[in-house]
């Protein structure tokens, strides 16, 4: 009997400490897909200090490049098989196609609990590339669909030193248009490349021709071309793509621009071979890279016209969505929610020089990244517009701009193109 006792025991105590065991290890393990090859190192810092936190372990696990991690995100959500938390690399439409799908939780009600206390933390433009606004073309229920890990500003960048052998004030960069062309001349005579981007990737002449836009015409014009009230034969567009022949006339553009990868446009800046550069703030932390004693500020793209603000293209740099569908959920978002507080995103800013999404955190990031940071009260971006152009449209545009800077086309050439493919376009739209 007493022997029968001690194995009953036994049996009680090995169930008991079981079971104990398996509420120890049953806390949940969350995935994270990303793509950001130079933020791997320090994700994977973060997830181990947040398991020694709660217990939660992280895996963030790196697909890059971009290209292949979007397929791999793709091929995924086909499969209904996506991680706990993920990032969507596309326009505004592939975001609300994912949406759709029921792939993305809405996070609203997580931003807006304890009077919107997770909400207020971030830079607001960071936040509303995320968020679909009430009556948007894209027939989402209004919300917030991803948490921003970073923001980030795309503006021009001058080297100091150059600017001062050109007789200029290295800490007052050009800032009129007239200014920055009046200096074609001077990098000419001094044997010096003027300015230079990656716009053979052509987004980035996009970019910056939609910045003049929206100095030249303003925001409320843009978008109404945008929505076919107005054409792109309109003078004001033609003054846009006549600012970009005029930058070649002047000789401030650097030679082969056109073809030019981004790679190689910061190879060139980095190496004091270029006086400006036309880029995103993440080549703060590409520039330490390539020449940690490189003297440079950011500054505005020159303005055409006073009559309104410069914009430049700005918000969240990288997002994370969680996953409807996750059994994790509420567990991915309470990271979501840890990883940006201030001292976490605070770390992230100071390990990878890219610009924290919390906005408390900017004092301690270096200064230059404080330059980017100021260019968020300029910042707007496709992706907040309501409306997106005709993907040939912008292609069409934007080669027609690489056509202008070699001298095959004029700008009211390339106007007229432009605004043929858009009535094209339009019609096999209203045909559908």
């Known amino acids: 009997m007493l022997v029968k006792n001690i194995v009953v025991s036994f049996f009680v105590l090995f169930s008991i400490f079981g079971c104990s065991d398996q509420k120890i290890t049953s806390k949940p393990v969350i995935s994270v897909w990303h793509w950001m090859t130079d933020r791997d190192a320090t994700f994977q810092d973060l997830a181990k200090k947040y398991e020694v936190l709660t217990g939660v372990k992280v895996n ?4 890059a490049p971009s290209d292949a991690y979007s ?3 793709r091929a995924a959500a086909q499969g209904t098989n996506l991680p706990d938390i993920f990032g969507i690399l596309g326009e505004k439409r592939d975001f609300a196609s994912f949406i759709k799908a029921g792939h993305i939780l809405d996070l609203t009600s997580y931003m807006e609990a304890d009077n919107n206390s997770w909400k207020n933390k971030f830079f607001p433009k960071a936040l509303a590339v995320n968020e679909f ?4 073309s894209y027939g989402i229920n209004p919300g917030i669909f991803g948490v921003p890990i970073d923001i980030m500003t795309i503006q021009m960048v001058y080297n100091k030193k ?3 052998q050109l007789g200029l004030n290295p800490h007052r960069p050009p ?3 007239a200014e920055f062309l009046d200096l074609g001349p001077k990098i000419k005579a001094a044997g010096m490349q003027g300015l230079v981007s990656g716009w053979g990737e052509v987004w980035m002449i996009d970019c910056l021709a939609s910045n003049y836009a929206f100095n030249i015409m303003g925001k409320d014009k843009v978008l109404a071309t945008i929505r076919g009230q107005v054409p792109y034969t309109d003078p004001d567009w033609i003054k846009v793509f006549t600012v970009f022949k005029q930058m070649q006339d002047s000789g401030v553009l650097a030679k082969g ?4 990868i981004n790679k190689s446009a910061e190879q060139l800046f980095a190496n004091e071979k270029a006086v400006f550069a036309f880029n995103g703030s993440w080549c703060v932390n590409v520039y330490k890279g390539m020449n940690p004693n490189l003297e440079y500020g950011a500054m505005l793209p020159p303005a055409a016209t006073e009559g309104n603000a410069m914009a430049i293209w700005g918000g ?3 997002s994370f969505m969680v996953n409807a569908r996750s059994k994790n959920k509420e567990a991915a978002v309470k990271f979501l929610t840890w990883i940006t ?3 976490q995103q605070a770390y992230l800013a100071q390990a990878t020089n890219n610009l924290p999404a919390n906005k408390n955190s900017l004092s301690k990031i270096p200064e230059i990244l404080a330059q980017f940071a100021k260019g968020m009260d300029y910042a707007t971006h496709p992706n907040v517009w309501g409306v997106s152009e005709f993907s040939l449209v912008i292609e069409a545009f934007d080669r027609g701009i690489q056509s202008i800077i070699i001298g095959e086309k004029t700008p009211e050439q390339v106007a007229s193109e432009v605004q043929e493919i858009k009535l094209r376009e339009t019609a096999k739209k209203r045909a559908q």
């Open 257 to 260: 621009l056109v073809t030019m």
């Open 71 to 73: 397929q791999k995100i």
């Open 162 to 164: 150059l600017l001062s």
């Open 175 to 177: 800032k009129t248009l």
């Open 133 to 136: 606004a009430p009556g948007n």
């Open 316 to 318: 969240a740099g990288s």
């Open 60 to 63: 963030f696990e790196l697909y």
């Open 341 to 343: 507080d201030q001292d």
